[in-house]
């Protein structure tokens, strides 16, 4: 069972369209990070969320945490064929979980952007 | 190059045999992870060290695989008498520091590791 659940596991857009990236636990995590991988590479971190409601906006993309800290959004505006990728959500269990030094990741979402 | 070194990209062996895989961190960082990643599927934690310490393995078999990370040159993660499970990617990533939150890894390109 995964800690992190991401959905939807793949997804095929036109370029110019909309989407967002749902990633839910039942778990409460002290912050969450969310990354991207391209074939053949490592995942490239593109934010962190730590404060339960946060919104960060990067450019197109807009993260969202939780009110909770239990789950976490990534929403693409206008999306381009260079958005496509595998995107990975992370989270950071709390110190009394004893494993908070390690990351706890999701199992992607691939979007494929189509032109 | 001052991102996170993985050596080999590709590794091929045959079951029983050992797979050593190294991993240089950035420039600076001190704490290492090692994940791995089977097709289709999120990265699972394995190991976290600090200069020649282990700092957290729980994410980690506990027959056939260890890790170290010496005062001197890379990581390296061991896998001895490989079986076809083993077949993935392992990628290392470094950090500047490990108090939680992790803050940012930065992840080397991964070594894909085919037994056959």
């Known amino acids: 069972t995964q800690l992190l659940e991401q959905s939807p596991q793949f997804l095929s857009i036109q370029e110019g369209e909309n989407l967002t990236v749902y990633c839910n636990s039942s778990?409460?995590?002290?912050?969450l990070q969310w990354y991207r991988q391209e074939p053949g590479e490592g995942p490239v971190l593109l934010v962190t969320v730590v404060t339960g409601g946060e919104v960060k906006k990067l450019k197109r993309l807009t993260f969202q945490f939780g009110d909770a800290r239990k789950d976490s959004s990534l929403h693409i505006t206008a999306a381009q064929p260079g958005d496509t990728g595998l995107y990975l959500c992370a989270g950071a269990l709390p110190p009394s979980s004893g494993s908070a030094r390690q990351l706890t990741f999701g199992s992607g979402t691939q979007l494929t952007v189509l032109p | 190059n001052a991102g996170v070194m993985q050596n080999p990209r590709h590794l091929v062996r045959r079951r029983g045999q050992e797979a050593r895989l190294r991993c240089s961190p950035m420039?600076?960082?001190?704490?290492v992870y090692w994940y791995r990643q089977l097709p289709e599927e999120g990265l699972k934690f394995m190991v976290y060290?600090?200069?020649?310490?282990?700092?957290?393995e729980s994410g980690m078999p506990k027959e056939r695989f260890s890790a170290e990370f010496p005062k001197e040159g890379p990581s390296i993660l061991r896998i001895q008498q490989v079986v076809r499970g083993d077949s993935a990617a392992y990628f290392c990533?470094?950090?500047?520091?490990?108090?939680?939150?992790?803050?940012?890894?930065?992840f080397g390109e991964g070594s894909r590791l085919t037994v056959l």
């Open positions: 420039k600076g960082h001190s704490h």
């Open positions: 990533a470094s950090s500047s520091t490990g108090v939680p939150p992790p803050g940012e890894l930065f």
């Open positions: 778990s409460v995590f002290s912050s």
């Open positions: 060290l600090q200069k020649e310490n282990i700092i957290d």
